[in-house]
Structures are given as structure tokens and as C-alpha cells.
């Protein structure tokens, strides 16, 4: 397990430093940190994803003496190690450039943000292939306009009201709720990609 | 080795090692690296045998694996499997698509390492020459339904293919034959109890030594005939 998330990082070290260079540009700029935290995040991860999406790699991970289960779950394991160290150059990025101590609830809701999307985006991948992510969410978005459109035309308003509901709690209740579910979330998702990656043919 | 897949999954892995027809690595990296990523999975990984035959097969170690030809790859990946001293060796298709020199080298190879005597190879090939020169055993499988598994010599002993005149065939000789190509001139059936058409025909068909193409093309038609 631990090998397979060193290659991980082995494979992905030049591409790492690069956008961790990019990102000190972002935050020079003082971009809104939930925003490039979240971009930065999802594309560490999804190209840890990609790199070993080939067939012919899916074939040789098997063949080396590494259970299903592990080879999924260091991906899981891989993102998090990524966002963690997303949220460290941030907040030392920040505290160089501009003396300034990022908020840490900026850098929950950013990690919140990167694990809900993920728990999603990572299951898809392993039963379609994440090319199709594409045009995924493009018909998503399209139903999500035919919903507001014809089904719950206030859709947004309640969403927003729900976060207002959520955020009038007090802010520990509130921060302990997403961070919580977030984590069930993530675990759930994980437990399905493991079932789908089982019974994969390459 | 007496183990079961669901529950020894990792341990079997171990002792196998797999050579597929293809570059199964990240192409973007040298064979060197490669190697640095796969060691670590490998309790026996033995660093003085891997640059032994890196040597032997004249792999460059650090040229990116993108480069590499079909030959070099399947080198390469043969050379992996022997560096963590698998038992058991199988290789997909090693010799299709290889030129003449490198598959006769190939072989070479192959025939020295099972002549060691250390390692178990299982290759699938559709070039049967190249099992007359190396196999011990052949399975036959034919479109996912085994067919038989015999040791070579016996199938150079019990298989023939017998040639002669149609008005040597009748109901009841017919049934000694796996399969029969009728023609004008005659026939040509494969038998594979060599002895007993040899006693019942003697001198009147001509009994000639079946290759293995033979075998494989009559027990296909065999199979349609009688289904």
C-alpha cells in the first residue's frame, strides 16, 4: 500500500511542483483560496487518477502483488495526502506573501469542497472512464436546468436557505456537520469504488 | 502451490511473474525508474540478478520505455519476473510479432531457464513451432473449451495423420479418426492412437508424423462434426 502511494508521488513529483509553483502565483494574486484550493485539488487528484487509467498499466498493477482493495483505496489515501499538503503550502504561501494566518474555516469548507466532489468523481471513473467526466457533466448541468426550469423552479432558493439554516447554527455544530458527512461521504465512496473496481475486466 | 486465490491473493502474486505481449509500463520512464517503482512490491527482489540480465538482453536501462520495441519490452518484463524469483512464469503471446532472430533468441532463453530448472514457464502461442521446440506439456484450448493436455513426446506417440484411398474408409474406420478431409484423389484424417491405424491399415495408407498445426486444425474440425 504504502508503495503504491510512493509511486504515486514519484510519478507525479515534476507535475506537483509545477502547480504548487502556480499556485504560489494564484495566491500572490489573492485569488479566493476555496476557489483555487478547490481547482488545484480535484486536478492533483484526478491526474494521480489518469496516469494509471491505461489498460496496460491496470494490468500490470494487478500482476504485482497488490490486492484490488489496496490498489483503490491508495487512491483515496493518495488524495488526501495531496489536499494536505495543498492546505500546508497554502496557509505557509499565504503566511510568506502577504503575513497573513489563512482562516481556517476557509481552508474546511476548500477541503470539504475537494472531498464531496471527489467521493462523486472517483466512483465514476472506475466504472466509466474519467473522459467521460465531460460529457457527464455536461448533461448534468442540463438537468439540472430542466430542474429548476420545470420541476422545483426554486431549487437554488432552497439550497441557499439550507446553507443559510446551516450556517445560523452555531458555528461548531455547523463545521462539525459537513465535516462529519463529508467524511461519510468519502467512505461511502470508496466501499463503491472498491465493488466496482472488483469485478473490473481489463 | 496449495494455496487459495481469494485468501492468498498477495502471497500467490509473489511467486508469479507476468509477461504480456504489450508495454504494460509508464512510458514516460526509463526502465531504471520503472524499476525503482516495482522492487519494492517484491519480498525477493534480488537487485544483482535483475542488472545480470538487463545485461544479458542488452536492455538500455536508462532510455524512456516509450521507446522500447515489442521485444525489448517483453524483455524487459521477463527480466523483472526472473529478478523476484518467480516460480511460475506466464507469458501472453511472447513470441507473435517478434522478428525472426529476436523470437529464436527468445526461445534460447526460455529453453536455458527451464533447463535450470527453477522456474515453471506457461506460454500461450499461435506459432506451434515454437512449442515443438521448447514445451514439455501443450494444452490445447479451443475457443475457451480445453481440449486435452499431454506431455509432448506422447503426443508425437499416440497422433498420426494417415493418407490414403476413400475405399479404405467405411462406417467403422471412419470412427478411428478425430477428424477426415475427404478429397477426390482420397483422404487425410488425424488418428490419435497411432498403433492401432497403424495395425489396421499396415501398408495400405501412408502414416506420416502429425505437427501440431495438424493436431490442432483436425480436433477443431472434430469438434464441429460431432456436435
Same mark, same amino acid.
Given at each position: 500500500m504504502l508503495n503504491l502511494l510512493r509511486k504515486d508521488f514519484f510519478l507525479q513529483k515534476k507535475i506537483l511542483l509545477i502547480l504548487l509553483a502556480a499556485l504560489l502565483v494564484y495566491l500572490f494574486l489573492d485569488v479566493s483560496i476555496i476557489w483555487i484550493g478547490f481547482v488545484f485539488g480535484i486536478v492533483m487528484i484526478m491526474n494521480a487518477f489518469n496516469q494509471d487509467e491505461k489498460s496496460s498499466i491496470q494490468m500490470l498493477l494487478n500482476s504485482l502483488p497488490y490486492s484490488r482493495r489496496e490498489i483503490v483505496s491508495s487512491k483515496y489515501i493518495g488524495a488526501l495526502l495531496f489536499m494536505f499538503i495543498l492546505v500546508v503550502t497554502i496557509f505557509l504561501g499565504k503566511f510568506a506573501i502577504h503575513r497573513q494566518i489563512t482562516d481556517w474555516r476557509e481552508l474546511m469548507v476548500m477541503v470539504c469542497a475537494v472531498i464531496i466532489s471527489i467521493s462523486l468523481l472517483l466512483p465514476f471513473s472506475y466504472q466509466f472512464q474519467s473522459r467521460y467526466l465531460y460529457t457527464a457533466s455536461i448533461v448534468a448541468f442540463g438537468v439540472y436546468l430542466f430542474v429548476i426550469n420545470f420541476v422545483i423552479p426554486n431549487l437554488n432558493d432552497r439550497v441557499r436557505g439550507l446553507m443559510n439554516t446551516l450556517l445560523d447554527l452555531p458555528h461548531i455544530n455547523f463545521y462539525l456537520i459537513t465535516s462529519v458527512s463529508a467524511i461519510v461521504l468519502y467512505s461511502v465512496s470508496l466501499i463503491v469504488s472498491i465493488r466496482i473496481y472488483r469485478n473490473k475486466v481489463f | 502451490m496449495g494455496m487459495n486465490y481469494a485468501k492468498h491473493e498477495k502471497e500467490i502474486k509473489q511467486r508469479i511473474g507476468f509477461v504480456y @505481449? $504489450?508495454?504494460?509500463? &509508464? $512510458?514516460?520512464?526509463t526502465l531504471a525508474e520503472m524499476t525503482r517503482i516495482i522492487?519494492?512490491? &517484491?519480498?525477493?527482489? @534480488?537487485d544483482d540478478v535483475f542488472y545480470h540480465y538487463a545485461h544479458t538482453f542488452e536492455l538500455p536501462l536508462h532510455q524512456k520505455l516509450k521507446t522500447f520495441s515489442k521485444g525489448m519490452s517483453m524483455k524487459a518484463s521477463l527480466a523483472i519476473a526472473l529478478s523476484h524469483h518467480a516460480e511460475l512464469i506466464i507469458m501472453d503471446e511472447p513470441t507473435s510479432g517478434l522478428d525472426p532472430i529476436i523470437r529464436r533468441e527468445l526461445l534460447d532463453i526460455l529453453h536455458q531457464l527451464i533447463q535450470d530448472g527453477e522456474v515453471t514457464i506457461i506460454f500461450s502461442t499461435h506459432i506451434t513451432t515454437d512449442l515443438d521446440r521448447i514445451a514439455d506439456y501443450i494444452t490445447f484450448i479451443h475457443q475457451g473449451e480445453h481440449m486435452f493436455t499431454k506431455k509432448l513426446y506422447q503426443i508425437e506417440e499416440d497422433y498420426a495423420i494417415v493418407k490414403g484411398?476413400? $475405399?479404405?474408409? @467405411?462406417r467403422e474406420t471412419e470412427l478411428e479418426f478425430v477428424a477426415i478431409r475427404k478429397s477426390r484423389h482420397g483422404f487425410e484424417a488425424l488418428t490419435a492412437n497411432k498403433a492401432r491405424a497403424e495395425q489396421i491399415f499396415g501398408d495400405m495408407a501412408l502414416i506420416e508424423k502429425a505437427s501440431l498445426e495438424d493436431i490442432m486444425y483436425y480436433t477443431k474440425k472434430g469438434g464441429e462434426q460431432y456436435a
Open positions: - | @505481449d $504489450e508495454n504494460v509500463f &509508464y $512510458e514516460q520512464l522492487k519494492p512490491a &517484491y519480498r525477493n527482489w @534480488d484411398g476413400l $475405399e479404405l474408409l @467405411d
